[in-house]
């Protein structure tokens, strides 16, 4: 439900030239405790509790911007390590949808907003829960700090 | 940025007549994604602007966005739309010669106010106070929306083919989308959708193309400058009052649907006395459903200059990561719509 291109930018550090395409984006090699996802909780729990409040200005906006990034990916991770019935949504193909609706193949019924629907409160679960109306809601809400999401 | 201080400073004396100048503050303001902006505070001895005075200077930046105006024309503009009665920092001196600092630029007088979007719609005010600054954006739409192609002025400005701006806007964030390469299929069914459901288009006018909530000052309460006017084209006016009232402006105050300030009613109302205009709620809608289609197509460029390295950025990144708010909002945007129907 993820671009590719989503996980190589998570994995690239700041500051280092982007990656050729088709390069390897992950390894496979086990972490020991604890898992990226809690390490990653962890840190943006000392930035918005400890370092957060310290800041004025231009440096928190940048810290807030930190912290919302650091809460897509821990929960992007926690998405993923959870089995796929569960993560709630059936693969799609985008590009052969957005090809379809793009050549007027695919009609405007009940079934593609609902696949329309459901693609895009998958992705908001991740970016920016809190911005799901209440339909839409997930059972339990990471409550993201958002700068720039408004 | 002394230096440059000087140098606009002996520009100022000398277009203003003035024996003496003197550089009480300058700072570089917030804002300009496209241009630098600068605050400058000078004592003028004698001329045409004696004693202290605040002006801001807009100078291009190096890399410009393609479909933004430039210097001269946005000084154009901000001069038809001062001259028609919008309220507008008054521009002053256009410099074409890049010698005096390096790049081109004009000078317009400093109005007083807050633009921080989210400063505005945490503001707390009364209803009261909002309904009369809503009524104050259709007020300054309807003196903007007076100026036509046929007026003789801004010859320059892009204006939509065959005067059907809602298609040519659905073409041109088509060739957006195209360009970009990522498969986007709620904004394809957007496109599809807005293509089908145009409303019969308006005469063109003059059109801000940026009008929203942190483009314009407010000073308790009060408006005092529409600012950023590089987006300017010959348009259909409900785009102007669509942007105005998208989702994707309100910071957070999503109850104000008119940027995080008032109601629709209330602006449409006064729309409605200000023009004689008359603007259906679905009319406006669907003005709304494309103000998302076209702020989703932006901010999906402005990652790609990020992804693609020629600007990393994690603010960029993250304008990446916000066109499902937009996505999201578009389909509830058309939900809503097809049931006023």
């Known amino acids: 439900m993820t671009h590719s291109h989503d996980h190589q930018d998570q994995q690239r550090r700041p500051g280092s030239t982007p990656r050729e395409s088709g390069a390897p984006s992950s390894r496979t090699v086990a972490n020991h405790a604890p898992a990226t996802d809690d390490l990653l909780a962890e840190a943006r729990s000392v930035l918005v509790d400890s370092v957060l409040p310290a800041l004025r200005g231009a440096e928190r906006y940048q810290a807030l911007m930190v912290a919302n990034a650091l809460g897509m990916a821990v929960r992007e991770l926690q998405q993923a390590s959870q089995p796929p019935t569960e993560a709630g949504v059936e693969p799609v193909d985008e590009a052969a949808l957005a090809e379809a609706i793009r050549r007027r193949k695919a009609p405007d019924d009940r079934a593609l907003r609902a696949t329309l629907r459901s693609l895009t409160v998958a992705r908001l679960h991740i970016n920016n829960p809190g911005y799901l109306h209440d339909r839409d809601q997930p059972p339990r809400d990471l409550n993201p700090t958002d700068a720039r999401s408004e | ?341």
């Open chain 2, 1 to 341: 940025m002394a230096e440059l201080a000087e140098a606009l400073c002996d520009y100022l004396v000398q277009k203003t007549g003035a024996w003496h100048g003197q550089v009480l503050a300058f700072d570089r303001l917030s804002g300009g994604a496209i241009q630098d902006n600068f605050g400058l505070t000078l004592d003028l001895s004698g001329g045409s602007h004696p004693g202290e005075r605040a002006f801001v200077v807009r100078q291009d930046a190096p890399s410009g966005v393609a479909e933004s105006l430039g210097r001269p024309e946005e000084f154009a503009v901000l001069r038809a739309a001062f001259d028609a009665g919008v309220t507008v920092p008054e521009p002053l001196w256009l410099c074409e010669d890049t010698a005096v600092t390096g790049r081109r630029f004009y000078v317009m007088t400093r109005a007083r106010g807050n633009a921080s979007g989210r400063a505005l719609a945490k503001a707390g005010w009364s209803e009261v106070r909002r309904r009369a600054l809503v009524a104050r954006l259709a007020t300054e739409l309807a003196a903007l929306h007076r100026v036509q192609p046929s007026s003789g002025v801004l010859g320059f400005l892009p204006a939509p083919e065959d005067g059907n701006a809602a298609q040519a806007r659905v073409a041109l964030y088509r060739r957006y989308l195209a360009a970009i390469n990522e498969p986007h299929p709620v904004l394809e069914w957007g496109l599809n959708w807005l293509e089908d459901h145009a409303p019969a288009p308006r005469p063109l006018v003059l059109c801000h193309g940026d009008f929203r909530t942190g483009n314009y000052l407010v000073d308790e309460g009060e408006l005092t400058a529409v600012l950023d006017w590089e987006f300017a084209a010959w348009s259909d006016p409900l785009e102007d009052l669509g942007w105005l009232c998208s989702p994707s402006w309100r910071f957070g105050a999503s109850e104000y649907e008119v940027g995080g300030i008032g109601h629709i009613n209330d602006l449409l109302d006064t729309y409605f006395a200000a023009s004689g205009q008359t603007v259906s709620p679905q009319e406006l809608a669907y003005w709304q459903a494309m103000a998302l289609v076209r702020w989703a197509v932006i901010a999906l460029q402005q990652a790609r200059r990020h992804c693609s390295g020629e600007q990393r950025s994690l603010e960029l990144a993250l304008t990446g990561r916000m066109v499902v708010q937009m996505e999201y909002d578009l389909l509830n945007q058309i939900d809503a719509l097809e049931a006023l129907v």
